[in-house]
């Protein structure tokens, strides 16, 4: 920033609801390096010393004059706002202008720094006040240079209050990544005890700098997105695909809003709920999502670290977002990479498939029933798939251009009843209506919370004069509604009725079948993966199968044949 750092009007300080929380290493870390974002850096190098309670943090942004140096630590004293019109357009991390008082009060601070129009830089220490008590000039590259040193020396309790250093350094750790996420462009260095620890190399998106951090995963494993959206504002959407990459736990669903990682619990919940029949049981997406939105619709004034914001129009963002999600799972049934396929090969066959309780045989629709999807898709945007043979009556051998695939049929055909169930999902009446044995008073509840009409029928039964529509002509339909009334939502019984409707393994498919189906699946919104959360195919790259045919040898040596 050029603005000359100054003091804020009372009437200013007044509308400030919380001042800045230095509660340990972290938050030290965390306000420093904010500062360095918004002084243009692209280069941040973080030291921390555990056993002395030092943070040192370097960049190279545009620095600070001698005027500002002065002024820096002062109470209340920021370039980033002026007036109280500024509170509510906030462009950048910082704005209170009382972190560097903070950690005055709460360290030794001293900061260097040199303008990038000074021809020579300034070192300055500061007391508790922060007012600055030595000045001295000294040969500098233009940047600043901040160290607090021997922090919470005077308040022992709270250092011992704290975790442990190991626990500190992960919290150190957490802060640089998600910065890193929300600025991709810019390179980190941390150093722990004078030693290296961890660099984050700058690249174009955050997808360079997520595979830095879940060592596992390759650029492959995940779609970028950055949608046009219907309102004035901006969103990057980096998405794990769901059959490549998950978590066991929800620690990697990250919302940034204007560069600052946030805490958005109505915006996560749409992430989880949008991937829910996508994901493995018991896994949780990769996701992560920047949104840009004009200063006037985001409060930052809330919560002391900015982790808790107000934001309007939550309600489109939530629609929004769904939107993007289901355009990231849309797309094309990109090859894996040979690297990552042959790393994943053996994983996925281990995938077994555990027998259904099917009774009768299931059929594909030779005509694939209209939709916005499917038309969205037409012939000559789906791959090149064509079924040459099916494998055990349970998987479609099907040849590309690059290779072939082996696609399971029954989760394959399941993800299409799923999203056409989705769809349109229509309770019809029954020509004649089934009679159920004892229902409990869950189950009669659950039955008419899916709208399918029961009624009394002589003691202990129930008459159900309604079905859902691909339920209703089955010779199993009193079978499959039991199931349904066994618990869950509307979306559980989707897949439930899915899964029953769904042709069985073990069904012979003529060629045409085969070709339909793929041609179907093809269509869906998430190809990759079964509404239970299973990979659905597999490639075999011709690239691996020469390899494994060792193709390329030389002829004569393949023969034993020497010179």
Same mark, same amino acid.
């Given at each position: 920033m050029t603005t000359q750092i100054q003091a804020l009007p009372v009437e200013v300080i007044h509308l400030i609801a919380a001042g800045e929380v230095i509660d340990s290493l972290a938050a030290v870390v965390r306000e420093l390096a904010e500062n360095a974002l918004d002084a243009n850096a692209t280069r941040i190098t973080i030291s921390v010393w555990t056993d002395c309670w030092r943070v040192r943090v370097t960049d190279n942004g545009i620095g600070m004059t001698l005027t500002d140096l002065e002024q820096a630590a002062l109470p209340h004293s920021t370039s980033k706002i002026q007036t109280t019109a500024d509170l509510g357009q906030v462009h950048s991390l910082g704005f209170r202008g009382e972190a560097l008082h903070s950690i005055a009060q709460l360290a030794d601070l001293e900061i260097c720094s040199r303008f990038n129009h000074s021809e020579s830089g300034y070192r300055v220490t500061y007391n508790r006040q922060g007012e600055p008590v030595q000045v001295q000039t000294v040969a500098l590259a233009t940047g600043t240079i901040v160290t607090a040193s021997h922090l919470f020396a005077q308040w022992p309790s709270r250092r011992q209050s704290l975790p442990s250093p190991t626990q500190q350094l992960r919290s150190v750790q957490q802060v640089v990544q998600q910065l890193a996420l929300? &600025?991709? !462009?810019?390179?980190?260095?941390?150093?722990?005890?004078?030693?290296?620890?961890?660099?984050?190399?700058?690249?174009?998106?955050?997808?360079?700098?997520?595979?830095?951090?879940?060592?596992?995963?390759?650029?492959?494993?995940? !779609?970028?997105?950055?949608?046009?959206?219907?309102?004035?504002?901006?969103?990057? %959407?980096?998405?794990?695909?769901?059959?490549?990459?998950?978590?066991?736990?929800?620690?990697?669903?990250?919302?940034?809003?204007?560069?600052?990682?946030?805490?958005?619990?109505?915006?996560?919940?749409?992430?989880?709920?949008?991937?829910?029949? #996508?994901?493995?049981?018991?896994?949780?997406?990769?996701?992560?999502? &920047?949104?840009?939105?004009?200063?006037?619709?985001?409060?930052?004034? @809330?919560?002391?670290?900015?982790?808790?914001?107000?934001? @309007?129009?939550?309600? !489109?963002? !939530?629609?929004?977002?769904?939107?993007?999600?289901?355009? #990231?799972?849309?797309?094309?049934?990109?090859? %894996?990479?040979?690297? #990552?396929?042959?790393?994943?090969?053996?994983?996925?066959?281990?995938?077994?498939?555990?027998?259904?309780?099917?009774?009768?045989?299931?059929?594909?629709?030779?005509?694939?029933?209209?939709?916005?999807?499917?038309?969205?898709?037409?012939?000559?945007? %789906?791959?090149?798939?064509?079924?040459?043979?099916?494998?055990?009556?349970?998987?479609?051998?099907?040849?590309?251009p690059t290779g072939m695939w082996l696609i399971e049929q029954h989760i394959a055909h399941e993800r299409v009843l799923y999203e056409q169930l989705c769809n349109r999902w229509q309770i019809v009446p029954l020509a004649s209506p089934l009679v159920l044995g004892p229902l409990s008073t869950a189950q009669l509840e659950q039955l008419q919370r899916l709208g399918i009409e029961v009624e009394p029928f002589g003691e202990q039964r129930w008459a159900v004069r309604s079905a859902p529509e691909m339920l209703a002509e089955r010779a199993d339909c009193g079978e499959a509604l039991w199931e349904l009334s066994q618990g869950g939502n509307l979306e559980s019984a989707l897949v439930a009725t899915a899964c029953r409707t769904a042709i069985r393994n073990g069904t012979p498919l003529s060629l045409l079948e085969m070709q339909t189906l793929l041609e179907q699946w093809q269509c869906t919104r998430n190809p990759r993966t079964c509404p239970h959360g299973r990979p659905i195919y597999l490639s075999l790259e011709e690239s691996s199968l020469a390899r494994f045919f060792r193709r390329h040898w030389v002829i004569g040596k393949s023969h034993g044949i020497e010179d």
């Open positions: 929300c &600025h991709p !462009q810019v390179t980190w260095q941390v150093e722990q005890n004078d030693r290296p620890w961890l660099a984050i190399w700058g690249g174009a998106s955050a997808k360079s700098i997520l595979t830095q951090f879940l060592k596992e995963t390759q650029p492959s494993d995940f !779609q970028e997105l950055s949608p046009s959206l219907t309102f004035p504002a901006s969103l990057y %959407l980096l998405l794990g695909l769901p059959d490549r990459c998950h978590r066991h736990r929800p620690d990697w669903i990250h919302i940034a809003v204007n560069g600052r990682i946030v805490q958005l619990p109505e915006l996560t919940q749409v992430v989880l709920s949008t991937l829910r029949r #996508a994901l493995p049981r018991e896994r949780f997406p990769v996701c992560f999502l &920047h949104l840009q939105v004009p200063p006037a619709q985001v409060d930052w004034n @809330r919560h002391p670290a900015k982790i808790e914001i107000y934001l @309007r129009y939550l309600d !489109q963002w !939530q629609t929004q977002i769904q939107q993007a999600i289901d355009q #990231a799972l849309q797309s094309s049934l990109s090859q %894996l990479p040979e690297a #990552a396929h042959a790393a994943r090969l053996s994983q996925v066959l281990k995938v077994a498939e555990a027998d259904g309780i099917y009774r009768t045989s299931r059929v594909i629709q030779l005509e694939s029933p209209a939709s916005d999807d499917a038309a969205a898709r037409s012939p000559q945007t %789906l791959l090149p798939l064509k079924a040459i043979a099916q494998v055990h009556n349970r998987y479609i051998l099907a040849e590309h």
